[in-house]
């Protein structure tokens, strides 16, 4: 009997590739057990809260809004709004701690700061689509919003906002890092975007003069987009998908040539 052929080895990018996959699953494991317990609730309470919360909100501010600039619902125009806006507060939020929050694992050679990041990315953008998902289908399901839902727009709106929250998470993972005085200064500066962002008007119905300001600010574009998926008659022609994709790009580009350059730093600082 001839003896079996012995397989071919894996090349050494293949084994570097399947070596990092297996640390980002032990990363998000670990993420999942510290952030949301050792038990399936935990988690799934993860995704229950934001949701209640933001269904709370909404209901809230229904009672004071009672004709939408959109629509007939007010819940649901409150909804396009606010998804999308705390999808990108949440994640960017999430990867620009990142180093620091899996520092220790960091000192060993097969853990990169790339894993951590891609790690929480993937599992906190998970956790908010599926929050994202339970609110829209429950608001079309309590409510008559009469609106028909157009996939394609709703999807393009999630992927700026997953875009956009990369980007900025990444720049910040590594602004956080080097100077820890940035992450107060960050929060600070995101406060008046729950106002400005477009949540509870439309970008049209702001002063000529100020949409011109605002146009620059990248969360209002995935909001444009998404309430555009949601009533067929709003274009949301100010939205650039390009110009949200392109400074995304450019952010996580910086961001990861930045932490190249001084992760060791970082990790051992």
Not at 157 to 184: D, E, H, I
Not at 200 to 224: K, N, Y
Request: aromatic share 14%; with cysteine.
């Amino acid at each position: 009997m001839h003896p079996l052929p012995c397989p071919a080895p894996l090349p050494a990018r293949s084994r570097r590739r399947f070596a990092s996959l297996r640390v980002i699953g032990a990363l998000i494991l670990r993420e999942m057990s510290t952030s949301y317990g050792r038990s399936a609730g935990g988690y799934l309470w993860a995704v229950l809260e934001p949701a209640a919360g933001i269904a709370l909100l909404t209901l809230v501010f229904a009672l004071g809004f009672k004709s939408p600039p959109l629509g007939t619902n007010f819940p649901l125009f409150y909804a396009t709004g606010i998804v999308p806006f705390l999808m990108y507060l949440d994640i960017s939020g999430k990867l620009g701690t990142a180093v620091m929050f899996s520092k220790p694992l960091l000192a060993y050679p097969a853990v990169r700061y790339l894993d951590a990041l891609v790690a929480r990315f993937l599992l906190n953008a998970v956790t908010q689509l599926m929050v994202g998902c339970m609110l829209f289908f429950g608001l079309l399901w309590v409510f008559e919003t009469r609106t028909v839902l157009d996939p394609g727009r709703i999807a393009l709106a999630f992927a700026m906002t997953l875009a956009l929250a990369a980007g900025v998470g990444t720049l910040n993972c590594f602004l956080m890092s080097r100077f820890p005085l940035w992450q107060r200064i960050w929060a600070i500066l995101n406060r008046p975007l729950f106002i400005i962002s477009c949540i509870f008007f439309t970008f049209e119905a702001a002063p000529a003069e100020l949409r011109s300001i605002l146009w620059w600010l990248p969360t209002i574009h995935p909001i444009g987009v998404m309430r555009a998926g949601f009533y067929p008659g709003y274009e949301a022609s100010y939205a650039s998908p390009f110009y949200i994709f392109s400074l995304s790009m450019g952010m996580i580009l910086l961001g990861l040539a930045c932490l190249q350059r001084s992760h060791r730093d970082l990790i051992h600082g």
